[in-house]
């Protein structure tokens, strides 16, 4: 073929490389086209990668030697490619939006002509790996600095996807793909940046269209000593995170930095709800999480778990589209417990998520809210109905907001404690209660479950089943809180008490007791009215628990309903014969202390209750041990309200 048509002919070449021996690479021009693409197209030759490169018309020579291939022309005659090969794909480019940047080299895009997401992948590039911190897997050098080009140049923005191979990737097909923000090849400036690296196909592997130009763009990447390629390897950027349960205390000791630098700039690593987002914070080089201050959405589903609420997912949805990986500020006002600050976030030019959320009927405010601002937009929404507010009855709202603050009258009822969750909340029963129905019921069927095998049972999150506890092996009634990596944590609605418990030791109710299903729960919430425990980190923590456990522990109790707080009972406990309630007992102990603000909603109820307090502390028992507490305690701030550094 070559000789026939090149042999003592005058001809056109194009020197267009030379190799570390001298050897020249090049192109030879004849009338009727290009030798190397003629011959490629024939099924005469195949491409060598090791000079492919070379080539001013690569992509030409690739596409013929496909097309011999398809054709199974004279040297791939007989041709089958591998069973684990990548499968060319033609006819389903698109134009979407970048939704999310999953790893260096991943994309979530939606396309914009059936507008459902799609997972791509960066053709014949590898990326570095972001590792994973509960696996225990470090991130590898330039893995965030790869990511966080992508993101800073495409999140949220619209891009060209070429969509060239599909290879199976676990159990999904994924789809491989050359992506343009404008005219730039975002694969080709990962490369030229040192943040990825060429793959090296085998040769009957697809690859990228633009294959030469990344071996190129790589080729300068190396000379010029970039990421990866660089002298001494670059440094793994380390990040703390504040948003696991036990570093709350670490978390809280950035408080000081948030209140004195106001509006701090970050990038939105997750949103957990509409309300609830992961934040990193460049300047500190941690992750937080905070809410939104004063705000509440409603549950969002959960993959295979129960189903929320729409507006739950829709409120999701919005703050994901909103915020999720895009340049944000956040202004904390305060911080809880579990180390969650408590703030607004603003995206965009300075637009509030708090705002967005209840201007959209998306989110409520719940509790005191001094901001009028949020409590205006709130307000529109619920004129117009929009979400939430769409069957909103303000009548209605009305007489449930008055219930929820009403005084009860002096009437009492007997009542036993079944569960002390603190020094101030436990459940009891009722004695006029049908207990004696329950147990006998309950010791029927224990019966029948005696020697019943395990059932074949995975329970659904809010669920009423049967549950087997530990501490006598006895089956009671419980709700499902939520699934974990052993099986499910239940509380145990009759009693009150809470337990993680093994597939073994669940089964579904309506099986195996009917006439369980009409009977209502039987543990009922309960606080001690007007008075609070000390903190979960006090010393005196439990030392007050062991206490109120002392005073109610197997007794007989009178308890007076003071106020509810939703379904929680605020009760005053009285032991028989004894004129002191346990409410006073404690306070009069120094277990316990007055919350402010229910003191001076209620000052009339509590003169008694604040004298006992007033004792305890002139005489320095328990929390006032070591002098009085700062009066500028947590239950009287109001959001918003910071308190001030030093004095008491």
């Excluded at 005084?407 to 007997?414: A, G, I, M, S, Y």
Aim: aromatic share 8%; hydrophobic share 40%.
């Amino acid at each position: 073929f070559s000789e026939s048509r090149l042999l003592n002919r005058d001809v056109q070449v194009i020197l267009e490389g030379v190799d570390k021996y001298g050897n020249f690479f090049g192109t030879i021009l004849h009338p009727g086209g290009r030798l190397s693409e003629e011959l490629a197209k024939g099924g005469l030759a195949k491409v060598a990668e090791w000079s492919i490169g070379f080539a001013t018309y690569a992509d030409e020579i690739r596409e013929a030697e496909r097309a011999a291939k398809k054709q199974q022309l004279r040297m791939w005659k007989g041709y089958q490619a591998p069973a684990n090969a990548s499968v060319a794909v033609s006819g389903k480019d698109f134009q979407g939006k970048v939704l999310e940047i999953a790893t260096g080299d991943t994309l979530i895009v939606l396309d914009s002509a059936t507008s459902e997401p799609r997972k791509v992948s960066m053709s014949s590039i590898r990326t570095p790996r972001l590792g994973n911190t509960k696996r225990g897997e470090k991130p590898e050098p330039c893995a965030y600095e790869c990511k966080e080009l992508l993101r800073s140049k495409i999140i949220g923005r619209r891009v060209r996807v070429l969509v060239e191979y599909a290879r199976p990737i676990g159990q999904e097909q994924r789809e491989f793909c050359s992506i343009f923000d404008g005219k730039s090849n975002l694969a080709e400036l990962l490369v030229e940046q040192g943040y990825a690296t060429v793959v090296k196909h085998r040769h009957d592997d697809e690859r990228s269209a633009n294959y030469d130009a990344l071996v190129v763009a790589e080729q300068k990447a190396i000379q010029a000593g970039k990421g990866l390629h660089a002298k001494e390897p670059p440094a793994i950027r380390h990040i703390n995170d504040f948003s696991i349960p036990h570093t709350a205390a670490k978390a809280k000791s950035l408080l000081p930095f948030f209140q004195r630098s106001g509006r701090v700039k970050g990038v939105c690593e997750y949103v957990m709800n509409g309300a609830r987002v992961k934040v990193f914070i460049p300047k500190e080089s941690c992750v937080v999480t905070l809410a939104l201050q004063s705000l509440r959405v409603e549950s969002a589903s959960r993959p295979g778990g129960a189903p929320g609420s729409p507006f739950g997912d829709a409120a999701l949805s919005f703050t994901r589209e909103k915020v999720f990986q895009h340049d944000v500020e956040v202004h904390v006002e305060d911080c809880d417990k579990n180390g969650v600050f408590l703030g607004d976030v603003y995206f965009g030019k300075g637009k509030s998520l708090a705002e967005s959320l209840l201007e959209e009927g998306l989110a409520f405010i719940a509790g005191y809210c001094e901001n009028q601002v949020l409590k205006a937009c709130e307000r529109d929404a619920r004129n117009a109905k929009r979400r939430v507010w769409e069957n909103y009855d303000e009548a209605a709202a009305a007489a449930a907001a008055e219930e929820a603050v009403v005084v009860e009258t002096d009437e009492r009822h007997e009542v036993i404690v079944t569960e002390i969750t603190d020094a101030v909340s436990f459940f009891v029963h009722r004695t006029s209660d049908n207990v004696a129905t329950l147990e006998q019921r309950m010791a029927e069927l224990n019966a029948k479950l005696a020697d019943a095998p395990p059932a074949d049972y995975t329970p659904k999150v809010g669920e009423i089943v049967l549950g087997q506890f530990t501490g006598d092996n006895a089956w009671y009634r419980a709700r499902v809180e939520k699934k974990t990596a052993q099986g499910a944590a239940v509380n145990f609605i009759d009693y009150g008490n809470s337990e993680e418990l093994p597939p073994s030791r669940l089964r579904p109710q309506n099986a195996d007791c009917p006439s369980l299903t009409a009977l209502p729960a039987l543990a009922q919430e309960c606080r001690l009215a007007y008075i609070k425990p000390p903190p979960e980190d006090d010393e005196m923590f439990i030392d007050a628990s062991l206490f109120f456990k002392q005073l109610v522990w197997d007794k007989t109790l009178s308890a007076r309903l003071e106020y509810k707080d939703q379904k929680v009972l605020n009760l005053t406990l009285f032991e028989e014969g004894s004129s002191l309630s346990i409410n006073a007992a404690m306070l009069r102990a120094g277990m316990a202390s007055l919350n402010k603000r229910l003191a001076k909603r209620f000052s009339s109820k509590v003169a008694d209750l604040r004298t006992e307090e007033q004792a305890a502390r002139s005489e320095h028992l328990g929390i006032w041990q070591h002098g009085d507490i700062p009066d500028s305690d947590e239950d009287e701030l109001k959001p918003g309200e910071r308190r001030r550094p030093g004095g008491r």
